[in-house]
């Protein structure tokens, strides 16, 4: 239902969705206050609501307020607000402090969820505030904030953030850090008073982004504890924040970061914060990817073909781009079993190292006498689908377009920006900047038969000004490249876009507004991603995560690994190949199409089901998988990463599974013979065993004692 808008009465409102409780207050006098957010509490009346409210209200303390004050969804200094304030600005240094009052008041109730729209003025400072909260059916929480300038002079924006309480019961305080080829390491610490700042400033989301920031009950894990998470989406420079007060009170906030002058509102001018999502689970951190992986993949622009089989070319041949051999690496992905083949870096202008050409967008005449023709309709020939790189944000100073078009380059001043890769970063805050690299790209997409651009971003933006002025641009840089993303899938709706920044580094919710996959990392090395994609899937569901099976020795670590380990880490993710398939053995192209065929297999189960992640006992083993929605079917990987410390294994447990159905539990081929220490002397490996679910989720089966980086794939079927 909806309330009509006008003059504001204070009521409280319940959204209900996938077992998550959203109790709001919009009193008459303030912003609104968010009285419960957690577990769902059934069907209230409005006494009970009421109530409720009441029963939250605080005990005058010493030395504070007269009157204590809730905490309110944008916190602010003028009802005695001691933390980081929700909205910093001013007016010529005039209307800094702000006391907003509702002036309209929608709500749009549903079987699941529903949306809170409240629109909010402070007539003395001359702002509007809008207020959008939203409980998906998925039992996410999503808010976003619209500041008006409603005065007659200019308002500068420093920050606009909204915030959600948590309860008192949370303790620690987890979140991801990383860098580059190491993305996504997990950290934890007490949550103490004060404030834990996640700030990225990179001008992209960055290596060390958060991702999820989360807090809980004491020892929560992968499948227990109760815990409430935040992620900020949004590409460019972000914060997220979770601060405890003095009076027990605690916030997760989130936004955009701006730069000094980034935002000036003129008269009538507004600014949108980016989306933050929350999620509540009581089942630990599974529980809250998995209210993640069921919204994304409710969209109606989520990826609904199958995930295809992904040849990449950039670590089989680098810059030697030579039609012969691009076309026997072709010959034998369709061998094994590909469905799409990528040409990576090096086909463009002048680009025969990554120290030029980027920026000149026209396919090398010399390299390509009858231009890209020959190699795509070679590739499309063998059954596959042609992708190609690109890095349209970013130029070389040695390239055509920097020297015709130096003023087209972000940057401080005068000076250049640092170099980082040999290069800069082109300004598409600037029309005709944009219009540039958007007609290339076009003109290319029109050209040829293209179904897909791994499209990379190999630097942060550093001194990122824009406009003649050179004023802060990261904020519309990142709208721009949104912008220049939805035009071309506008021109060209069966091109899929994948976001690579160096490696996983461009990795958001809103970027995947845009675009179809990302790239978890530049480092393939199997025992590196075990971790980064068990962390990415915090985040996002298998099915839009890049992971190749690489060589051996890896590219960037030199470690050595055996090919079914290889395989059965990128197994589980969008899966793909990115090594010399032509200097394979034989042996080797047989087990690799094997893993193909797996992955043709159970990908519909994996793109499609629960992921599962046991809790952690031995730091050198893991154990995950994914358990199919009706509870039919499920695959396990069980990880030897490194040495144990003892000398047998013990159980392995298999949680997720229906606890009253039986289930047959064998190894799958071929994933089902890792080297081990000792003897093969485990008979269920053989035959097979059969338990229920309740059974294998407590109590489990005994693990192979497997040599180092080795891992047993399980299937495990209702009977």
Request: glycine share 10%; hydrophobic share 40%; net charge negative.
């Amino acid at each position: 239902m909806a309330a009509g808008a006008g003059a504001v009465e204070g009521r409280t409102l319940h959204l209900r969705a996938a077992g998550v409780s959203l109790v709001v207050d919009v009193p008459a006098t303030s912003v609104p206050v968010v009285v419960h957010w957690g577990a769902d509490l059934g069907d209230l009346s409005a006494r009970h609501l009421a109530d409720l409210v009441t029963a939250g209200r605080t005990a005058r303390a010493n030395n504070d307020l007269d009157e204590p004050q809730p905490v309110r969804l944008l916190p602010e200094a003028s009802w005695g607000w001691s933390g980081r304030p929700g909205l910093s600005g001013h007016r010529a240094g005039a209307a800094w402090s702000s006391r907003f009052v509702p002036t309209a008041v929608e709500v749009e109730e549903g079987s699941a969820g529903g949306r809170l729209l409240v629109e909010c003025a402070d007539d003395v400072a001359g702002l509007r505030l809008g207020i959008e909260l939203e409980l998906l059916p998925s039992g996410l929480l999503r808010h976003r904030a619209t500041l008006t300038n409603a005065g007659s002079d200019t308002y500068e924006l420093a920050d606009l953030a909204l915030s959600l309480p948590v309860p008192e019961v949370t303790t620690e305080v987890f979140d991801l850090a990383g860098r580059w080829a190491k993305e996504r390491i997990p950290q934890r610490r007490p949550l103490t008073f004060g404030s834990h700042v996640r700030e990225n400033r990179r001008g992209r989301t960055g290596p060390d982004a958060p991702l999820v920031l989360a807090v809980g009950t004491a020892g929560f894990g992968f499948r227990q504890g109760e815990v409430w998470a935040q992620h900020t989406a949004f590409s460019g420079n972000h914060r997220s924040v979770v601060e405890r007060l003095n009076n027990g009170s605690t916030t997760l906030s989130g936004g955009e970061l701006l730069l000094p002058g980034e935002v000036r509102l003129a008269a009538g001018e507004s600014y949108r914060t980016p989306w933050v999502f929350g999620a509540w689970s009581d089942r630990g951190l599974d529980g809250i990817a998995a209210r993640f992986h069921e919204h994304l993949r409710s969209r109606p622009h989520h990826p609904s073909s199958p995930r295809p089989v992904v040849v990449n070319t950039w670590e089989a041949v680098y810059f030697d781009l030579d039609l012969d051999k691009l076309l026997e690496l072709a010959r034998a992905a369709a061998e094994v079993g590909a469905e799409r083949y990528v040409l990576d870096d090096g086909w463009f202008r002048h680009r025969r190292s990554d120290d030029a050409g980027l920026g000149d967008w026209y396919v090398d005449e010399g390299v390509w006498p009858q231009g890209l023709h020959p190699l795509v309709d070679g590739v499309r020939a063998l059954g596959l689908q042609f992708g190609l790189w690109v890095e349209p944000e970013m130029v070389n100073p040695d390239s055509d377009l920097a020297r015709a078009h130096p003023d087209w380059i972000l940057r401080g001043g005068d000076r250049l920006p640092l170099p980082s890769r040999q290069q800069q970063v082109l300004d598409l805050g600037n029309p005709d900047a944009f219009s540039h690299v958007l007609e290339r790209l076009d003109a290319i997409l029109s050209e040829y038969e293209i179904s897909y651009l791994k499209w990379d971003h190999n630097r942060d933006l550093v001194e990122a000004g824009s406009g003649p002025v050179r004023a802060p641009g990261v904020h519309e840089q990142t709208l721009a490249v949104y912008r220049l993303f939805d035009e071309l899938r506008r021109r060209h709706p069966g091109v899929e876009i994948e976001s690579c920044s160096s490696g996983g580094l461009r990795i958001d919710l809103e970027v995947l507004e845009h675009t179809d996959r990302v790239w978890a990392s530049d480092c393939i090395d199997p025992l590196e991603r075990q971790d980064i994609q068990r962390w990415t899937m915090q985040l996002l569901p298998p099915e839009l995560i890049g992971s190749h099976v690489g060589a051996s020795p890896s590219h960037t670590t030199h470690r050595s690994s055996d090919l079914s380990f290889r395989a059965g880490t990128a197994l589980f993710a969008s899966f793909g190949i990115e090594t010399d398939l032509t200097r394979l053995s034989a042996d080797d192209r047989e087990e690799l199409a094997r893993w193909v065929s797996l992955y043709k297999d159970v990908r519909g189960l994996l793109h499609t089901g629960t992921l599962v992640r046991a809790d952690d006992v031995d730091p050198s083993f893991r154990v995950h998988g994914t358990v199919a929605t009706d509870g039919s079917d499920a695959l396990f990987a069980v990880v030897q990463t490194g040495t144990p410390d003892g000398s047998v294994p013990g159980r392995v447990r298999l949680p997720g599974l229906l606890p009253q159905v039986e289930y047959e539990v064998t190894a799958q081929e071929p994933g089902h013979d890792p080297a081990v220490r000792g003897g093969r002397d485990l008979p269920w490996l053989v035959s097979g065993v059969r338990l229920t679910g309740r059974a294998l989720g407590a109590v489990g089966v005994v693990a192979p004692a497997m040599q180092p980086q080795q891992l047993l794939l399980l299937r495990v079927r209702r009977v």
